[in-house]
């Protein structure tokens, strides 16, 4: 219990520190770029209540999770037959190593020229910004695969979806989740851009509106629910990883425990 | 054997090239959307040229270096400070895990509210989004140090400082490169994107330029440029990596193979 108590103290003890300082610091601040922390508080839940909530801050997040999931998809497909065939991996992998460099920001400008400003063209950007960390950590996972399973999976003739499900994907997993992850903060990043660039609604779109209109306080609320966005989607992320990968988790445990 | 993944992947990379060739001559997509490649191959040409060209490229590459190195340098410091320091650590996880998610692209109003098109609101941008990338291997890293030699090194009676020298640097070093090979490549991706967005000179300033006024090859050949230059610092940082952990284990292990 006192453990407990202990570990929550030092969890808490900081950030309450730093709001403190940010709202001693900016308590009578007459710079209109730094507005009072009180201000930004009392401004936030006027700007982020009600109608916004449904006009901005849900279609940001479809568009995101529309993008992630297709990425998420075409990746690990993709990915499996890229690292199942050492023929198809060395055909591909100066293709795939260029499409990767490329930052995926600047995709929104080409993407835009096909797919114009709507809704497509967002999820498109999103798709194909977070699909190369899937990719490539998919081919990596594949590649991978223990091949003293892959023989024994052959000799009980473990074959095709099972083959799949049980041995390929599944030891490649933990290479998966971590291109994920990877993409998940891409995602985020390309999803607050596509809106910047051309939009009439959501996260992206409002904040850059806030700041051209120099409602500088609704602009501070703006950045800080684009945090807790990013804040709440990795911890999503790391309960669903947990879930997912718990037996890895616990092999790994046992070996270090066991050296 | 590797002869032969060689001779596959530039076959590879013909057919890309080839296929961006014929698939707008055809006619599947637009010639106006989707330029083929030996358009695309002569505005790069003379973009080669053009002086404008190589300064915004100077630009770019300004703002990445200054990024990286400000967050490399700081993400170190930091992290072998929050390491050493007894309680720092456990102090700050809370915090760090709160920071770390944040989009640095959340910051592009601030940063265009108070530095403008500067170079120093790419740098706000680039070492916020590589800072992280850095301290937190550089905290794997240190947890990562052998308590034997550790144990060993302090009852040699090793001070704090030869102790980071000699024991915690050498174990964090190879986390430190991942770190660092990482957040290379997000400080490109954010430099281009500060330029692309905000407006600040470098090449994604200049991708903006060629997107607004209908100059679709050079577009893409400015978008080619961006993931060469992806491409080499990538490259680049696997060889200061290797050139840095010859020692370790991993890169010798790499070589015998």
Same mark, same amino acid.
């Given at each position: 219990?006192?453990? %407990?108590?202990?570990?929550?103290?030092?969890?808490? =003890?900081?950030? +309450?520190?730093?709001?403190?300082?940010?709202?001693? &610091?900016?308590?009578?601040?007459?710079?209109?770029?730094?507005?009072?922390?009180?201000?930004?508080?009392?401004?936030?839940?006027?700007?982020?209540?009600?109608?916004?909530?449904?006009?901005?801050?849900?279609?940001?997040?479809?568009?995101?999770?529309?993008?992630?999931?297709?990425?998420?998809?075409?990746?690990? &497909?993709?990915?499996?037959? *890229?690292?199942?065939?050492?023929?198809?991996?060395?055909?591909?992998?100066?293709?795939?190593?260029?499409? !990767? =460099?490329?930052?995926?920001?600047?995709?929104?400008?080409?993407?835009?020229?096909? =797919?114009?400003?709507?809704?497509? %063209?967002? *999820?498109?950007?999103?798709?194909?910004?977070?699909?190369?960390?899937?990719?490539?950590?998919?081919?990596?996972?594949?590649?991978?695969?223990?091949?003293? %399973?892959?023989?024994?999976?052959?000799?009980?003739?473990?074959?095709?979806?099972?083959?799949? !499900?049980?041995?390929?994907?599944?030891?490649?997993?933990?290479?998966?989740? +971590?291109?994920?992850?990877? +993409?998940?903060?891409?995602?985020? *990043?390309?999803?607050?851009?596509?809106? %910047?660039?051309? =939009?009439?609604?959501?996260?992206?779109?409002?904040?850059?509106?806030?700041?051209?209109?120099? +409602?500088?306080?609704?602009?501070?609320?703006?950045?800080?629910?684009?945090?807790?966005?990013?804040?709440?989607?990795?911890?999503?992320?790391?309960?669903?990883?947990?879930?997912?990968?718990?037996?890895?988790?616990?092999?790994? &445990?046992?070996?270090?425990?066991?050296? | /054997?590797?002869?032969?993944?060689?001779?596959?992947?530039?076959?590879?990379?013909?057919?890309?090239?080839?296929?961006?060739?014929?698939?707008?001559?055809?006619?599947?997509?637009?010639?106006?959307?989707?330029?083929?490649?030996?358009?695309?191959?002569?505005?790069?040409?003379?973009?080669?040229?053009?002086?404008?060209?190589?300064?915004?490229?100077?630009?770019?590459?300004?703002?990445?270096?200054?990024?990286?190195?400000?967050?490399?340098?700081?993400?170190?410091?930091?992290?072998?400070?929050?390491?050493?320091?007894?309680?720092?650590?456990?102090?700050?996880?809370?915090?760090?895990?709160?920071?770390?998610?944040?989009?640095?692209?959340?910051?592009?109003?601030?940063?265009?509210?108070?530095?403008?098109?500067?170079?120093?609101?790419?740098?706000?941008?680039?070492?916020?989004?590589?800072?992280?990338?850095?301290?937190?291997?550089?905290?794997?890293?240190? #947890?990562?140090?052998?308590?034997?030699?550790?144990?060993?090194?302090?009852?040699?009676?090793?001070?704090?400082?030869?102790?980071?020298?000699?024991?915690?640097?050498?174990?964090?070093?190879?986390?430190? /490169?991942?770190?660092?090979?990482?957040?290379?490549?997000?400080?490109?991706?954010?430099?281009?994107?500060?330029?692309?967005?905000?407006?600040?000179?470098?090449?994604?300033?200049?991708?903006?330029?060629?997107?607004?006024?209908?100059?679709?090859?050079?577009?893409?050949?400015?978008?080619?440029?961006?993931?060469?230059?992806?491409?080499?610092?990538?490259?680049?940082?696997?060889?200061?990596?290797?050139?840095?952990?010859?020692?370790? #284990?991993?890169?010798?292990?790499?070589?015998?193979?």
């Amino acid at each position: 219990m006192r453990r %407990m108590l202990l570990r929550l103290l030092f969890a808490v =003890a900081l950030p +309450a520190v730093l709001i403190a300082l940010w709202w001693l &610091a900016s308590d009578g601040s007459t710079n209109v770029y730094w507005p009072p922390l009180r201000t930004i508080l009392k401004t936030f839940p006027d700007v982020w209540t009600g109608a916004r909530l449904k006009t901005d801050v849900l279609p940001s997040i479809l568009r995101l999770a529309a993008g992630y999931a297709t990425a998420a998809v075409v990746g690990v &497909a993709l990915g499996t037959v *890229i690292g199942s065939y050492r023929r198809v991996r060395a055909v591909c992998e100066p293709v795939l190593e260029f499409l !990767r =460099a490329v930052p995926p920001p600047v995709l929104v400008p080409v993407i835009m020229l096909f =797919a114009g400003i709507g809704d497509t %063209m967002k *999820i498109v950007v999103i798709a194909s910004g977070c699909v190369w960390p899937v990719l490539l950590n998919t081919v990596e996972g594949v590649r991978a695969v223990d091949p003293v %399973m892959k023989e024994t999976a052959l000799s009980y003739g473990v074959t095709g979806v099972a083959r799949l !499900r049980t041995l390929v994907l599944r030891s490649a997993s933990p290479q998966i989740f +971590a291109g994920l992850r990877q +993409a998940l903060s891409i995602g985020i *990043i390309l999803m607050v851009i596509s809106e %910047m660039f051309a =939009a009439t609604d959501g996260l992206g779109f409002t904040i850059v509106q806030f700041q051209r209109s120099f +409602a500088i306080p609704d602009m501070w609320t703006g950045i800080l629910v684009l945090g807790m966005l990013g804040f709440l989607l990795s911890v999503v992320f790391q309960v669903v990883e947990r879930r997912v990968l718990g037996w890895y988790h616990g092999l790994r &445990a046992a070996a270090r425990r066991t050296p | /054997m590797k002869g032969l993944n060689t001779a596959l992947g530039a076959a590879g990379l013909a057919a890309f090239l080839a296929l961006g060739e014929v698939v707008p001559r055809v006619g599947i997509v637009k010639e106006a959307y989707f330029p083929p490649t030996s358009r695309i191959a002569s505005a790069f040409w003379d973009e080669l040229q053009d002086g404008a060209f190589w300064s915004a490229l100077g630009d770019t590459l300004t703002g990445w270096a200054l990024g990286l190195a400000i967050a490399v340098g700081a993400g170190i410091v930091v992290g072998v400070l929050l390491s050493v320091v007894p309680h720092l650590r456990e102090a700050t996880a809370s915090t760090i895990e709160f920071l770390r998610p944040i989009p640095s692209v959340a910051l592009i109003p601030l940063a265009v509210l108070l530095y403008g098109t500067e170079l120093r609101s790419v740098l706000l941008l680039v070492v916020y989004a590589s800072f992280w990338q850095i301290l937190i291997q550089v905290l794997y890293g240190v #947890q990562d140090v052998d308590p034997v030699a550790e144990e060993t090194a302090r009852s040699y009676g090793l001070g704090t400082w030869a102790r980071v020298r000699h024991v915690l640097w050498p174990s964090a070093l190879p986390y430190v /490169m991942t770190g660092v090979r990482l957040a290379a490549a997000v400080a490109l991706i954010l430099t281009i994107t500060a330029e692309l967005v905000i407006g600040a000179p470098g090449l994604g300033a200049t991708i903006a330029v060629a997107q607004t006024s209908q100059a679709v090859p050079e577009m893409y050949a400015l978008i080619v440029v961006t993931g060469l230059l992806g491409l080499l610092i990538n490259v680049g940082a696997r060889t200061v990596e290797r050139r840095a952990l010859a020692w370790h #284990q991993s890169v010798r292990g790499e070589v015998a193979v």
